[in-house]
């Protein structure tokens, strides 16, 4: 076996190493920025990845000295090496599906304060309150307010909602004129 170069070991490792480290880059500033679990779970899968493709970088040089001090044949180290890198990659694959399927369904809700709780809206919800934090506040009063289990009661508080909303759209358009 002749010589290599060790940049001709690495070369083919650098797009995958940097569509890696791209991926957690992107996964840092999503965890930052909601910190839900189909976040964390992406920052996960792309770190081992990129991890287990960094360690790959020596993998060669290892395997050659643990052949040569543990008596063992190199095709054995291999095999382990191999092995244990794979059951890396399946668990960091994993968590980058089920990321992908949390954040497709809704799931993951968001934990601690850069997330939307309850109370607040996301930038794509269009449901009641979605425009202003005022109104969110108001409705929750008024849901608070309206008896339970009817059709009549149902209607009422459509209106109401519908009411509370046309009138904090004035109170915000009052405030941006005031301002």
């Given amino acids: 076996m002749s010589y290599q170069p060790w940049y001709i070991l690495v070369l083919p490792t650098l797009p995958v190493l940097l569509a890696y480290l791209a991926g957690v880059v992107v996964a840092v500033i999503l965890v930052v920025r909601h910190r839900s679990t189909p976040a964390i779970l992406a920052l996960v899968g792309f770190g081992v ?51 992908m399927w949390q954040a497709v369904s809704g799931g993951g809700a968001g934990v601690g304060e850069g997330s939307s709780g309850a109370g607040e809206a996301e930038a794509g919800d269009e449901g009641p309150g979605a425009e202003s934090p005022y109104a969110t506040e108001i409705l929750e009063g008024v849901v ?36």
Avoid: K, W, Y
Avoid at 70 to 96: E, H, K, Q, T, Y
Avoid at 155 to 178: C, F
């Fill in 49 to 99: 990845l990129f991890l287990v493709a960094l360690a790959g970088l020596g993998h060669r040089p290892l395997s050659r000295l643990v052949a040569m001090r543990g008596g063992m044949g190199r095709f054995g180290v291999d095999a382990g090496v191999g092995c244990c890198c794979s059951v890396f990659d399946v668990i960091a694959v994993v968590c980058l599906i089920v990321a």
């Fill in 144 to 179: 608070e307010e309206i008896p339970q289990a009817s059709d009549e009661n149902a209607a009422e508080a459509g209106e109401r909602t519908t009411r509370v909303l046309d009138e904090t759209r004035e109170d915000d358009a009052s405030r941006e004129d005031d301002a």
